[in-house]
């Protein structure tokens, strides 16, 4: 099972069905004596700190998959509303927290923009007017993980 990963408070193209738990992910990692080492000398000539960097996106991916089993434990499909934080727990070590909605989500049929319901008028005829303007895609039903 794959479970979807999405920021928003919604799954575009999915109907969320049934919010199960907020779930979480995290990992506290320390910085390598000799890593630091390096970083406090790049901080002279300035530059990107890969070390910092490398461990940061390990440790998020850590995190991410660590949420991602307590989803899959609870049958979700998907985990929205994903946020991620950061807190320094001691000196040189910090944790990396993910957290957001595990819901369930089956995929919404969608038409092909050609099709047209067998009674609508065709919108190419402009005698035809419609008394209501089409929706915005943008007012798509909205999942609300808070209630």
Do not use: C, W
Not at 79 to 103: H, K, N, P
């Amino acid at each position: 099972m794959t479970v979807q990963l999405s920021n928003l408070e919604h799954l575009p193209n999915y109907q969320i069905t049934e919010r199960l738990d907020v779930v979480y992910g995290s990992t506290v990692r320390s910085k390598h004596v000799g890593k630091d080492l390096f970083a406090s000398l790049k901080n002279i000539v300035g530059g990107e700190l890969t070390a910092y960097t490398e461990l940061l996106e390990e440790s998020r991916q850590e995190a991410i998959d660590r949420m991602i089993v307590k989803a899959e434990a609870l049958g979700a499909d998907a985990v929205v509303g994903l946020r991620f934080s950061t807190s320094s727990i001691a000196q040189g070590a910090s944790e990396l927290f993910v957290y957001g909605t595990a819901v369930k989500a089956v995929p919404v049929q969608q038409q092909p923009a050609s099709a047209q319901p067998p009674h609508s008028p065709s919108s190419h005829d402009p005698s035809i007017q419609n008394s209501q303007p089409p929706a915005p895609a943008d007012d798509l039903p909205r999942f609300n993980p808070f209630g």
